[in-house]
């Protein structure tokens, strides 16, 4: 293979990345084995014997809770004759095997074979040489994460330097608000990077404009991660009219702060809690109208954090300067999004088809902090038919916005007109520096 880095530059990734069967290929031999990747988060294993299946091209891995302090993780074949064990999640005592009635224990050792003693005498016929093959399993912000390759660095180097950005936000105590499941049409780092940058908004969501305040934003990168946060010296605060609309500035930001957490959380039903926007609403009353708009933000904070800490939920202990350095948006490499919020947060998982580059299932988490027993119950809600991805205005009317675009990006890019994508240096640069990293596993002979 011709070494793809060279040809990806900050403004310009080349179009075969999201088409070519060889990259997806290239991606199953050489990515997916050797990189930490989520499998599912901890509160889907509240017992012993919880178990999730994570399907990632053509492997399969369990991922089973075995004690109340330990998880493990294994590949997901009989050892007999190597039909998969389980699929979808569920409780159990042990793995069953529906070809000949083989059972493994939780810890994958063997538990019962039909007929043992027909095999006597075979070599390398212990128990050892039974027991479920382990993949290496580490958690961190309440995420399960599986690495196929046992020499790969820990998690907390591979993750450096996100989790000294995104710990204080604690989002290990959130729980699911809503979890669904989406099959869309385009390579699955088309569906990522249309949430490594805000550069679309005005084109995409043009109605948050009006409340959104300035949308300039900055990317940063941080190795093979990448972050994107609100420009220096923004022109526009929260609760006033981005300057792209033309539009004077309010004198009483107050209605337009509230108006845009209304609308966040009714359209986008993530990031801010419904008691979030809810909170806000107290600036109408108790803040005065000439107060400078960082205050007032800090105002809304000081609400919103009122208002978790009534309900039993708690709130982070987490500064100014931790939420301003941590921006808004998260790309960990190489298929999880997080954008943080110490009430809520919003994460994405992308899955790629193993067959076809047009493809790929994506996966949106509306997590949010609960007081202990009020979680909603766990519902994963699934759209994989092949047009249902028209009917997610349903869960979220802001991801609709982004869903219409990415299967027409998909066909776009097959035109003999386009060379490849033209991300912004100074906005978009996490798409490409995203790309830089994956073709450092491609071009690495595995």
């Known amino acids: 293979m ?148 046992p020499h790969a660095a820990p998690l907390s180097e591979y993750l450096a330097p996100v989790p000294s950005y995104l710990d204080p936000y604690e989002i290990q105590k959130m729980r699911y608000r809503w979890y669904v499941s989406v099959k869309l049409p385009c390579n699955w780092k088309v569906a990522l990077e249309a949430f490594d940058e805000s550069y679309h908004l005005a084109g995409t969501h043009p109605q948050l404009l009006i409340g959104q305040g300035d949308d300039t934003t900055r990317s940063k990168v941080y190795g093979r991660h990448g972050m994107f946060a609100p420009a220096p010296d923004l022109k526009a605060p929260t609760g006033a009219p981005s300057p792209r609309t033309g539009l004077p500035p309010p004198k009483d930001l107050r209605q337009g702060i509230v108006d845009y957490l209304d609308l966040i959380n009714t359209t986008l039903r993530a990031v801010y809690s419904e008691r979030d926007a809810e909170a806000a609403h107290r600036l109408l009353t108790e803040v005065d109208p000439a107060t400078p708009p960082g205050e007032m933000m800090m105002k809304v904070i000081e609400f919103q954090r009122d208002a978790a800490i009534a309900s039993g939920a708690g709130w982070p202990d987490i500064s100014l300067q931790q939420l301003q350095d941590a921006g808004v948006d998260w790309h960990i490499f190489p298929n999880l999004i997080i954008l943080p919020y110490p009430d809520a947060a ?16 994506f996966e949106v988490y509306s997590l949010q902090r609960y007081a202990p027993g009020a979680e909603p119950k766990l519902e994963r809600q699934r759209f994989l038919g092949a047009e249902d991805w028209r009917n997610f205005k349903s869960i979220s009317v802001i991801l609709q916005q982004d869903f219409d ?13 386009f060379a490849g994508a033209r991300p912004n240096p100074l906005q978009e640069s996490v798409v490409s520096n995203f790309h830089r990293a994956l073709c450092e596993y491609l071009d690495e002979a595995p």
């Open 2 to 149: 011709s070494s793809h880095h060279a040809e990806v530059r900050t403004d310009f990734v080349p179009s075969e990345h999201y088409l070519s069967t060889d990259f997806l290929r290239l991606e199953n031999e050489r990515l997916w084995p050797r990189v930490w990747q989520v499998a599912c988060r901890e509160e889907e294993l509240p017992r012993v014997g919880s178990y999730v299946t994570y399907n990632i091209m053509d492997e399969s891995i369990i991922v089973v809770r075995v004690s109340d302090d330990s998880i493990k993780a294994y590949y997901n074949v009989c050892q007999h004759r190597g039909r998969r064990l389980m699929e979808g999640c569920g409780h159990l005592t042990r793995f069953h095997c529906r070809f000949h009635g083989w059972q493994y224990h939780l810890d994958g050792s063997i538990a019962r074979i039909y007929d043992r003693e027909d095999w006597s005498g075979c070599a390398d016929f212990g128990d050892k040489d039974l027991s479920l093959k382990q993949v290496r399993v580490e958690t961190w912000a309440g995420y399960v994460f599986v690495n196929m390759d």
């Open 405 to 417: 675009n990415m299967g027409e990006v998909q066909r776009g890019m097959k035109s003999r007109g």
């Open 346 to 361: 919003l994460s994405y998982r992308a899955l790629p088809d193993p067959k076809d580059p047009d493809t790929c299932i």
